[in-house]
């Protein structure tokens, strides 16, 4: 079945820098993409999305990339904070009328001060 | 203010009881969902429901039964065939429509056998 995956289980910066966690995603049908953060027994807070018909879209601070040619997804945090700590989920759904999410399995974001 | 809420925070069951888990929100979303997630590992979809009185098994839907006779309360019921029932449970909504957005989540019910 299709799967999202993250490059990477963990990833440690120093505070003050930026941040690329990385993810893969299997279905090129897919059409919408999130990110999602989630803190230590908390549930998942939305960060930014994009729609396959882009390729970049930036927030406060973040900003999503979207390679579908490689079907590859990544997160940007510029000058990474503390509490940017928590882990980071991509999430991504089909087109139509289904609205289900597939997740990750996450990346922990460790920020060192 | 508008949310979604999970109540328990902490359920404790004994082997071969049910137990439910509420959910419920005030976002006039029509779509809502359950989710597992266990230590280290992403979510999956137990079911979900896109309008009242209709719902669908998601990835991980044996051992788990649902309701949605209110559009604001969408309550999961665990039952005694679920094998390995302890995890972190997690509540969604969306808006559903013809351009999908993102999920809102609730806080989580931590459920644990004894």
């Known amino acids: 079945g299709e799967s999202v995956g993250l490059h990477l289980p963990t990833l440690s910066v120093q505070e003050g820098d930026n941040s690329i966690i990385n993810c893969a995603y299997s279905n090129s049908a897919s059409d919408y993409f999130i990110w999602y953060k989630q803190e230590s027994g908390k549930g998942p807070q939305f960060i930014i999305d994009i729609r396959s018909n882009m390729d970049k879209r930036q927030g406060q601070r973040v900003t999503v990339l979207l390679n579908k040619t490689v079907k590859h997804l990544s997160l940007q945090i510029a000058a990474t904070q503390p509490g940017d700590s928590a882990v980071y989920f991509c999430?991504?759904?089909?087109?139509?009328?289904?609205?289900?999410?597939?997740f990750g399995q996450g990346t922990t974001l460790q920020v060192k001060p | 203010d508008g949310g979604i809420t999970q109540s328990p925070k902490y359920l404790f069951r004994k082997e071969g009881q049910n137990v439910t888990l509420s959910c419920e929100q005030n976002l006039n979303h029509d779509a809502m969902y359950w989710y597992r997630q266990d230590p280290g590992q992403g979510l999956r979809l137990i079911y979900y429901s896109q309008i009242v009185n209709d719902f669908q098994k998601g990835d991980i839907a044996e051992g788990y039964s649902v309701s949605r006779e209110k559009k604001e309360s969408f309550p999961l019921t665990v039952t005694s065939a679920q094998k390995n029932p302890t995890a972190f449970y997690l509540c969604a909504s969306s808006i559903f429509g013809d351009r999908n957005t993102e999920a809102f989540f609730g806080q989580g019910t931590r459920l644990t056998v004894v």
């Open positions: 999430a991504e759904t089909l087109g139509g009328n289904t609205g289900k999410l597939i």
